[in-house]
């Protein structure tokens, strides 16, 4: 257990629809990241939030966004869902930006 | 644009064999960290190079960063069944992290 949580587990949904997925870093971690791993694939960096600001963007579509909130959980909002959009999205946190990252166990996304 | 590439993409091995995957970045990363993810897991973090030129050791794991801070290499002595799961590399360059696509590994017992 890495003490990055993640909710929901699992979503399923139509295409065209909008989703918000959740995740709560680790107590004392300020740094918050989001990914997307498609099925088999790599893992691509999305966006990152350090203390409530962003503070990196990835590959992240204009269609995602993202928030972290002054308690430091974060939330990822997915809008006008595409098939291709199906996917596992992790969260991660560290301490800060330079130090590893714990991973949350992902919440998987299928869109139909 | 930033790529970090990994090879090989996949490795089946006898158990008690050596593997070994390498990451080849195509600009300089202010560091490397390295994560494995068994089946159906989450990234967990193993390591992180900062140094050029740094080897780092975890019992029979071997991390090494060149002397360019453009490629590493995780290198895996007399494999365990155990090690089976997808081996990813993350070079951070300015404040991003770019991963590598993975090894997936695989251990016949």
């Known amino acids: 257990d890495s003490g990055v949580t993640q909710t929901p587990k699992h979503l399923i949904t139509a295409t065209g629809q909008r989703v918000t997925l959740r995740c709560s870093p680790r107590?004392?971690?300020?740094?918050v990241y989001w990914y997307q791993q498609s099925l088999d694939q790599g893992l691509q960096f999305l966006i990152q939030?350090?203390?409530?600001?962003?503070?990196a963007k990835g590959n992240i579509l204009e269609r995602f966004s993202a928030q972290q909130f002054p308690d430091l959980h974060s939330e990822l909002n997915l809008s006008s869902l595409e098939l291709g959009d199906s996917a596992l999205y992790f969260c991660?946190?560290?301490?800060?930006?330079?130090?590893?990252?714990?991973f949350g166990p992902g919440t998987r996304l299928t869109v139909t | 644009g930033q790529q970090v590439m990994q090879i090989p993409q996949y490795q089946h091995v006898q158990e008690g064999e050596d593997f070994t995957t390498y990451c080849n970045s195509s600009?300089?990363?202010?560091?490397i960290q390295w994560y494995k993810q068994r089946p159906g897991g989450h990234p967990v973090f193993l390591i992180q190079?900062?140094?050029?030129?740094e080897v780092k050791k975890q019992k029979r794991l071997t991390f090494q960063f060149g002397e360019a801070k453009k490629n590493s290499s995780l290198h895996i002595t007399a494999t365990q069944t155990t090690d089976v799961g997808t081996y990813f590399c993350?070079?951070?360059?300015?404040?991003?992290?770019?991963f590598g696509s993975g090894t997936k590994l695989n251990v016949k017992p």
């Open positions: 107590s004392g971690d300020l740094s």
């Open positions: 190079l900062v140094k050029s030129g």
């Open positions: 600009t300089t990363l202010s560091n």
């Open positions: 993350a070079g951070r360059n300015f404040n991003k992290f770019y």
């Open positions: 939030y350090y203390n409530g600001e962003e503070r």
């Open positions: 991660a946190s560290s301490v800060g930006f330079r130090e590893e990252q714990y």
